[in-house]
Structure formats: C-alpha cells, structure tokens
C-alpha cells in the first residue's frame, strides 16, 4: 500500500540554522504531496503542498520540491525561528475508488533554540 | 471564519463507558474524517465520510462508531469495546486540492 517515511526527530537546531526534514514516499500512483505543521496541543494546518512532478510548494520560508524521480519531497527552510518549534507531517493523497484516502508520517519534532 | 470545531477539548471517561466527540464544519465540505494520534504513532485513520449518509471504516475501527445525518456534522462515539481508548483525537474535512483542513483535537483520558 501508500506508505510515507520521514525522518525520525526530534531535530535540535538554533535559530538562524538550515532545516531539512527528509521525507519520501511510495505509492501506486501519481499523488499530491503535502507538509502539515502541528503546534502543542493543537490540530494540524496545512504548510505547503505540491500536485505534480518538479512541482516546488512554498509558505513562510519553507520550500519542498516533488521529486519524481527520487519519490522525495524534502522539507527545508533557510533559516528557522524559535516559534518554528512543531512537530511537521509529510503526507501524500491519492484517489482510491472515489474515495480520497491520505498516508501520513509518524511526524518530525522540531526544537529551536535561542 | 470558516472551519471545523471539535468538542469538547478534554474528555474523561470511566471504564465501560460510551462518550461521543463532537465535530462541525461551516467549509460546505462533503468529506470528512477521523484521526487518532497516539505519541510516536502519527495519524490513524478511524473512520471517513466522502458524503451524508454513507462512511466507510479506516484503518482502526474497531470500538468506534460514527454517523453522518447532515453534511456539516460527524460525530465520533468511543464504545466500551475499546480497549485502550486514551489519545488525541483529530477531525478533519477535505478541501480543494485534497489538502485537509483539522480542527483543534479532543485530549480523552480513561481514568
């Protein structure tokens, strides 16, 4: 089936660092590509997202760019802020029978300190 | 402001008990969803609706039941028959693109 694997957290940065948080995917065949963010003791929101190939999605400094070829879409940000602290879910759609089933990761913690 | 509420935020239950979760949408959204997020686990998909009147099982339906009467409502009922029912439980409805849009979570605790 659909599968999503990100890397395991959490990461540990200081401010002004460059993030990348891995993720790549298998599926059966061509889905749209998403990163949801999730702070403490909420629901997730949408981050970015991508629904071709080479296709790069954007949002508040974050970029990921669908990878085709490698089936990547890797999170990256050039400079993160203490108030990026989150746990970030890569996660792919794909229509199954009408119906619109979506694959998560487990999710990568992100703490930025000072 | 369009989007989903869920409530209540806390909920704790006694053991055998029934408790259901409340989830509402004003997106006009005809998909919708149920998650539970355990520590480590990511999301679980509980149970879907692509639209009123029908829902499907997901991945862990075993001791939950749903119901679907009117488009804007799909509420959550946690039965006795789940085990192990502690965890944070997510809705969510599906917009354009399929991008998923969550609402805040209820935090339920057997005690």
Known sequence: GDSVTQMEGPVTLSEEAFLTINCTYTATGYPSLFWYVQYPGEGLQLLLKATKADDKGSNKGFEATYRKETTSFHLEKGSVQVSDSAVYFCALSLASGGSYIPTFGRGTSLIVHP | ?111
Not at chain 2, 30 to 51: E, T
Not at chain 2, 58 to 85: C, H, M, W
């Open chain 2, 1 to 111: 402001d369009g989007g989903i509420t869920q409530s209540p935020k806390y909920l704790f239950r006694k053991e055998g008990q029934n408790v259901t979760l409340s989830c509402e949408q004003n997106l006009n959204h005809d998909a919708m969803y149920w998650y539970r997020q355990d520590p480590g686990q990511g999301l679980r998909l509980i149970y879907y609706s692509q639209i009123v009147n029908d829902f499907q099982k997901g991945d862990i339906a075993e001791g939950y039941s749903v119901s679907r009467e009117k488009k804007e409502s799909f509420p959550l009922t946690v039965t006795s028959a789940q085990k192990n029912p502690t965890a944070f439980y997510l809705c969510a409805s599906r917009g354009i693109g399929d991008t998923q849009y969550f609402g805040p979570g209820t935090r339920l605790t057997v005690l």
